[in-house]
């Protein structure tokens, strides 16, 4: 319930805002979409596990985003932003078909 | 599967065929990192807590978060498709500029190939004409020297006269007796003549205008050094057996005028311009 009524709040303020990325935050902006949708993946099977807690999502959610953004913004001081991206979309790409598949069992028991 | 947090409830079979996946020796744990990485999936926080807290501030927290999710999804979307339009047409402004300088590319070795066939069909013209050209040249430079255009040097003798030392009256150098001096270099077998330094052409006149000789239209001052071009063995002589020689022994010996003959190894005259505007070339004459 909270959940569309944020997601209904967040497409009326972009819609409202239009917001324009910044050039310098521009290369950490899918790396930290990557790193939301696995917290909040995390946190719909914990809902559906029935463990879920606010306090844990918001804060993975912030955590999440902010470490993925500074891995790459240090790769990319190190000379090794492409590999380290690399490394952190399999890790979350994984977490996130896990996550997925657990969700797909509870939803349709299969 | 210690840190799932979903142990309670019913496993499904999927989930319990991942639990049995032999462990992988030196990693995390007794996990390998695969296996670590699907273990872990949910954070292990969710089931640090055994009561959820559903506070009316931290549902306002998840609700500001999950817009803030739903913002930055849409923006990342929406840059990625917009830089996609940019990069597009920046593509098709590139193909643009491609086409138009193979264009240009194209003009320039056209023209390039007209100008190496020009090039090439005025070479084989300036072959033909070099026998002629040379001939021409040569034929051009002598008659420059003999008009008195053209800057000339040989050997020679230089004729140095003016007028008697405290002389008076007829005692002093006329135009009369420097063209009868040069009229004699040139009888003498001279092939250019100078008075200082100015070229005596075929337009040249010797004239006295007023108190001073001019030559070429300009004043000459004293002494008047006369330099003649020619064989240096037989110039002098021949010039002394002139009557026009006589004449100036007479003058030297009698009036006492100067007149110096020495015979010089380097001779050098200057050319003159020689301006023409009303005579021109009668056609059908080879010469």
Redo the contacts between chains.
């Keep these: 319930m909270i959940a569309i009524l944020g997601m209904v709040l967040g497409v009326v303020a972009g819609l409202i805002f239009q917001p324009n990325v910044p050039l310098w935050l521009e290369p950490y902006l899918p790396i930290a979409v990557v790193a939301a949708m696995d917290a909040v993946f995390g946190a719909l099977r914990a809902f559906f596990d029935g463990i879920f807690s606010d306090k844990v999502f918001v804060i993975s959610f912030v955590s999440n985003v902010v470490i993925a953004g500074l891995i790459v913004f240090i790769g990319d001081k190190l000379g090794v932003g492409a590999q380290l991206s690399t490394g952190v979309i399999v890790v979350l790409g994984i977490r996130i078909f896990t996550n997925v598949a657990a969700i797909r069992r509870h939803l349709f028991h299969a | 599967m210690p840190a799932d ?2 142990a309670p ?1 019913a496993r ?1 079979p ?2 319990a065929r991942q639990a049995t996946a032999p462990p992988v020796p030196g990693s995390t744990g007794d996990l390998g990192l ?1 296996e670590y ?2 273990a ?4 292990d ?3 640090g ?1 055994d009561r ?4 009316a501030q ?2 306002t ?16 979307a929406t ?2 498709s917009r830089n996609a339009v940019s990069d597009s047409a920046e593509r098709a402004d590139l193909g643009r500029q491609v086409s138009a300088r193979r264009n240009d590319l194209a003009g320039k070795q056209s023209r390039i190939k007209a100008l190496s066939r020009q090039i090439s069909g005025l070479n084989a013209s300036l072959s033909g004409n070099a026998k002629l050209s040379g001939g021409t040249r040569a034929r051009l430079s002598l008659l420059g020297i003999a008009a008195g255009t053209t800057a000339v040097r040989g050997p020679g003798v230089v004729v140095t006269v003016d007028n008697a030392v405290n002389g008076s009256g007829r005692q002093v150098v006329l135009d009369t007796d420097l063209q009868q001096l040069v009229n004699g270099l040139w009888r003498a077998g001279a092939e250019a003549i100078g008075i200082n330094g100015e070229r005596i052409t075929s337009l040249t006149a010797i004239r006295q205008a007023g108190e001073a000789i001019t030559v070429n239209y300009a004043d000459l001052s004293r002494p008047y050094v006369v330099s003649a071009i020619g064989n240096p063995a037989t110039l002098a002589a021949r010039f002394a057996a002139t009557p026009n020689g006589q004449t100036w022994l007479d003058l030297h010996q009698q009036l006492g005028l100067r007149f110096d003959v020495t015979v010089a190894a380097r001779v050098e005259l200057p050319g003159a311009q020689a301006n023409l505007r009303v005579a021109q070339v009668m056609k059908g004459n080879n010469r």
């Design positions: 947090g979903s409830l499904p999927g989930h695969l990485v699907t872990h999936a949910v954070d926080d969710y089931a807590t959820p807290d559903r506070s931290t549902r927290a998840t609700l500001v978060v999950i817009a803030l999710f739903v913002v930055l999804l849409i923006t990342a840059q990625t």
